[in-house]
Structure formats: C-alpha cells, structure tokens
C-alpha cells in the first residue's frame, strides 16, 4: 500500500509534496520520490528508505516548479531501491502509482517490441511507458492517458504529469484510493486524506473509474471514456490524527475493516477467473523441486503460528505432503531433521522476529530449501529466503495482527494450490472451483464485518469476565487459539483455545455461569460433534458465543449469543471466522480502556530472543 501526493497552483510545489508524503508516512515506505514539471522539464529526485533521505538528496539537488508529484513506496513488485522507486518517466511523461498492475508483464513485453526499454523492475513503470507510446500517435495527454488506462487490468490510484502539456496534472483510480483537495486556486491530490488537511478540507473522493484533469486553475472529472461526471466536495472535519486512521478510532479497527481489500491484493495477479494455475514467481522453486518435496516444516511465532497451523490442514489436505508445525522459538532445540527434499515455510509479518530468522537459519543450514510468507519486502526473513510469498496488507499499525493474518491464510492457499497443481494431487476442477471460491473471499470478508454492530453491543455483556474459553475443531481449532490470543493480548483477559474434543479431558471442570465459551462451529464435516461440545458447555452453565454459518436454528436456545457467517468452502472458512473473534476482542478492550494499539508489555516486532 503505497501513498501518492500532486500539486498544481502557485505555490512551489516540492515542499507540499513532501509534507503530504509525510502525512502518509503510517502507509510505510522503503524508498521514495518528487518529480516536479517547471520551463517544460520534468525533474525527478528519488531516494531509498525512509523520507529524511528524499529530503537529503533535495536539499543537495533542490527542484524548482509549481506543479509537482511525489511517492512513497510499499513495495509489492521489485524490492526497495532507488531505481524501482517512483516517479517512473519515459518520453516525457511521469508517473506515481498504487496499486498493483496485473497485466504489467505481458504489456511490457508488447512495449519492449515498440522498442521502449525499461529501468526499473516494478508494474508502474509500464504506465508511462503506455502513455508515452499513445501520445505519439495522438498529440494529446488526456486521449493518451484515457487509451493507456483502458489497456491495464488491476488496481492504480495515479496521478501523471507531462512535459509537452506544462500547466497540466492528471490523475485517476480504480480500485486503491484517491482523494482530490480543492484550494484557492490550486489544487491536491492524495491517497488519503491526511496528506492535504493542512492546506484544506474541502475534498473530493474519487471513485473507480474515474480521471481528473488539472489545467489553468481549472478541475474536471470524465469517466474513461471522456464523458463529464458531476462531483460533490465534502468538508473534512477530522483532526490529523484521526485522518491517519482514517476516522477508525484505533488503527487495529481500521486495519480489521482493510481485510477485504488486503486479501484482494494478496490476491491480484496470482489467479485468473476461469484458469487452474496460481502464480508465484517470487516463490523461486520449479516445480520438479516441488515435486521432490518428502515433508515440509512451517514455523512461526503468535499469531502467525496459528496460520501455519492451518497451514498444515490445507496442505495436507490438497497436497498429500507431511507438514509439521513448530513454534519458533522451540524448532531450532530440537535437532530438527532437515534436508534437501525438506522445504521450511517462515511466516512473519514483520519479517523481523528473531526466532523466526533463527528458524530459517536452522533449516537453512541443515541444506533445506526455506520459503518466507513475509508482510514486509526485503526484510530479513525474505532477504534470507530461497523464495518468498509476499501478503499484500499493507503496513499493520496495530500490535494485534488481524489483517496479517487473514493474508498469510490466502497466501497459504495459494501455495497449497500452486503446490497440489505441481504435484498434480489438485485437478483442473478442483483447482477452478477453489480458486472461484477465494476470488468470492473479500465480499464475503465485507458480510462478516456487518456482525461488528451486534458484536459492539453484545460486548458489554462480557467485558467482566475473568477468564474466556475459545473451542473449535479441526481448522477452526487455530482460529480458537487465535481468538483467544487477540483476546488477552489487547484486553488482558486470561484467555485459552482448545481443540473442542480436549473439553472432556480437562476444561470442561472450569466450566460454569461466570465462563463466556466461544464456539467456532461452522458447517463442515465435524459439525454435529462440535455441537456436542457445544452442549456439554450449556449443559453445565457455560455463556456460550457461537460462530457459525448458514443456518443458526440448531443453536438457539443452546448459546447466548450466535454469530453467523456467509457460507464458504471450509478450505477458506478460518480466515471468515477470525473476523468477529477480532472484532469481539477489539470491542471488549475499547471498553475495558486498554491501549489498543499499543497493548502493555508488547511490541509489534519481536527482534530478540
Ligand atoms: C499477534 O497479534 C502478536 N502481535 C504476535 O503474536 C505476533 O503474531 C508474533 O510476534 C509474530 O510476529 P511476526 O508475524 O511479525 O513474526
């Protein structure tokens, strides 16, 4: 998730640029960059990592002009540098971008027979390149930009400038966001709105679709094909703090409700509607390699432990290959066997949990080949990978992992297809229908988060407990041991998840009146025995939570409270079910005064042992 900014007015436009970028500094960047357009030349300055070195390399090469763009980069394609960081030019034109271009590959072979070569490794670099190759032929930058969007699939939120049009910024989106600022004669673009709150708060929210034109102290709107759309200014009240978490109280809110369009952009470019192949270039196995696989491991910490434990199911289930699950800090103890027919799978968001690299190391060094899951580009999990499988959620603010671990679960079912594909143990049919199934995933995400209404109410109901039990079966046995930790870690709940069948081999003697048991207990082949624990728990007192999907008739009068889902393929159904365990958590702790984001004691990234 990237953050763009543009200027057109009378002011110099760099140093509004830069303040804009800063105001986006919690979308992360590893690298950044300004192209200004003055006398009818584009100057571009970029720098890697953090903003100050963008502001070094001004400061020793200032650039002059009163319409300018700017970029801090996530990186998706291509890691973190100055050449893959944008602005990106070619013939005269100039771009910023975010989003994710699908279709960036075989359009660039298509420009590299136009005889355009390129500099960078990353998808946006062809959007100029496009431009570029129809102004020629049409002389006009608006027509130009309308045809090359036209040709490109996937999401952009862009803002472009062009040296033969000086006096002229062009911006346009679908699918990532962007926001237009309306000054006294000068005008503000941005992915978000804090980055131009300090200069205005009349704004305008672009939608997909949609290309603005700036000239002469003049705005317009056109759909794609040109035609004029009318556009209403909303006045922004909110405070720059607010702005940064997007009005959501906590970022943890904010970044539970970025689901739907994180596992979209986990998503994007691995899959095709109506194809049986999942693609993952970065991954860098062959698939004869895949094909030798005897066992893999896949080790984590917390919360990314969990996925991996639901890792195991998926893998096994589709692939037919041995996976053993191990908590970091332990795997590296235990003389693990390891060797060249081993693949270790590493999943971290931060990239940066030190048993974790531990792990890696361990494996590594034993001769098997280790692939990283990581949230965080070039980090150094993924900088000491054999392959990598990056989650698309964008920079994850809030200590308690929620977007994290949704992708990490996506990004596990497209390993384990692209693996049963290799392995041939996923048929064409199987592979289409699962694959239909995920791409159904972030409507279905949006459905779940409509139970954050019932849950913030019911909250209060449970806000006094001392202790919390989380149950489930199967592949909704991690989910209740991630339940439990979102629980504990923001609220300070003592929490516990079990595998539902262990209730009679211990827990079910804490069970009583003053005990909420939450039950994951969705629709799927261990259903009946699931709501058999179920009622062992109600049997004896216990304030059963129920979460389920589909029909809810065989719950009533068994639960105080039952959550329901959309109904999905069981292989997708934990990454619906953590949905209102985080939301449930997240209301409990807002009521308790706990520090949301910043739970005590914890930190987002673990670097020490
Ligand atoms: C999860 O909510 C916690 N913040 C914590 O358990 C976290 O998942 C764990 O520290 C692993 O972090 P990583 O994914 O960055 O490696």
Redesign the pocket.
């Known amino acids: 998730m990237c953050g763009i900014v543009g200027y057109i007015g009378q002011q110099e436009a760099t140093p509004i640029v830069l303040d804009g970028l800063r105001r986006l500094e919690y979308r992360g960047y590893d690298s950044a960059g300004v192209a200004t357009l003055n006398d009818g030349r584009i100057e571009i300055r970029r720098a890697q990592g953090k903003l100050i070195n963008l502001q070094k390399v001004l400061d020793e090469r200032p650039v002059q002009g009163s319409c300018g763009i700017g970029h801090t980069r996530w990186a998706t394609h291509g890691r973190p540098s100055e050449n893959n960081a944008h602005p990106h030019y070619a013939g005269g034109i100039v771009v910023v971008h975010n989003g994710i271009i699908e279709n960036y590959l075989p359009l660039k072979e298509k420009l590299k027979q136009q005889g355009h070569s390129f500099s960078s490794e990353t998808d946006t670099e062809i959007i100029a390149h496009l431009i570029e190759e129809h102004y020629k032929e049409l002389r006009d930058f608006e027509a130009a930009v309308r045809q090359a969007l036209e040709e490109v699939r996937g999401a952009y939120a862009v803002a472009i400038l062009c040296e033969q049009e000086p006096g002229k910024m062009i911006a346009a989106k679908l699918g990532s966001p962007l926001v237009v600022g309306k000054g006294e004669g000068e005008f503000f673009v941005a992915s978000d709105i804090p980055a131009m709150l300090s200069h205005t708060r009349e704004m305008i929210f672009v939608e997909d679709g949609e290309i603005v034109i700036f000239d002469d102290s003049q705005m317009r709107f056109t759909d794609l094909a040109g035609k004029a759309i009318e556009k209403q200014s909303k006045v922004i009240d909110w405070s720059p703090l607010m702005a940064e978490k997007g009005g959501y109280r906590h970022f943890m809110l904010k970044e539970i409700y970025e689901q739907p369009r994180a596992i979209a952009d986990t998503i994007a470019g691995r899959v095709m509607e109506d194809q049986e192949e999942v693609f993952l270039k970065d991954m860098n196995l062959p698939v004869e390699e895949l094909q030798g696989l005897e066992k893999i491991f896949i080790i984590?910490?917390?919360?990314?432990w969990h996925a991996a434990l639901v890792g195991k199911f998926l893998i096994e289930k589709l692939c037919r290959v041995p996976v053993e699950v191990d908590i970091a800090s332990e795997f590296r103890y235990r003389d693990p066997i390891v060797n060249e027919k081993t693949l270790t799978l590493l999943?971290?968001?931060?990239g940066?949990?030190a048993d974790?690299l531990a792990g890696l190391r361990e494996a590594k060094g034993k001769g098997g080949k280790v692939v990283a899951i990581c949230n965080v580009v070039d980090s150094s999990i993924a900088r000491e990978s054999h392959g990598v499988i990056y989650t698309h959620a964008g920079p994850e603010i809030g200590?308690?992992?929620t977007k994290?671990f949704t992708t990490q679960l996506v990004a596990l079912y497209l390993f384990a297809l692209h693996l049963g594909r290799a392995r041939q143990t996923v048929s064409d049919q199987t592979s289409r229908k699962l694959i239909d199934a995920l791409l159904t995933l972030p409507r279905k995400v949006e459905e779940a988060l409509e139970l954050d209404g019932p849950i913030e109410r019911i909250a209060r109901q449970y806000m006094h407990a001392s202790d919390f039990l989380y149950l489930g079966r199967g592949n909704q046995y991690p989910i209740a041991l991630e339940g439990a930790?979102?629980l504990k870690?923001i609220s300070y709940i003592h929490a516990e998840g079990y595998p539902a069948g262990e209730m009679k081999h211990g827990p079910i003697a804490l069970i009583d009146e003053e005990l909420p048991v939450v039950v994951v207990v969705p629709h799927n082949a261990t259903y009946e025995k699931v709501i058999s624990n179920l009622e062992e728990v109600h049997a004896r007192g216990g304030r059963v939570i129920a979460v389920t999907d589909g029909s809810a008739d065989e719950l009533k009068g068994k639960a105080e409270v039952v959550l329901t889902l959309p109904e999905i393929a069981d292989e997708l159904m934990p990454v619906l079910t953590s949905v209102p365990l985080q939301l449930l958590s997240y209301h409990i702790a807002v009521l308790k005064g706990t520090d949301v984001d910043q739970p005590r004691n914890?930190a987002?990234?673990?670097t020490v042992e």
């Open positions: 984590a910490c917390g919360t990314s999943i971290s968001q931060s940066e949990t974790t200590v308690a992992s994290a930790l979102k870690e914890l987002k990234s673990v």
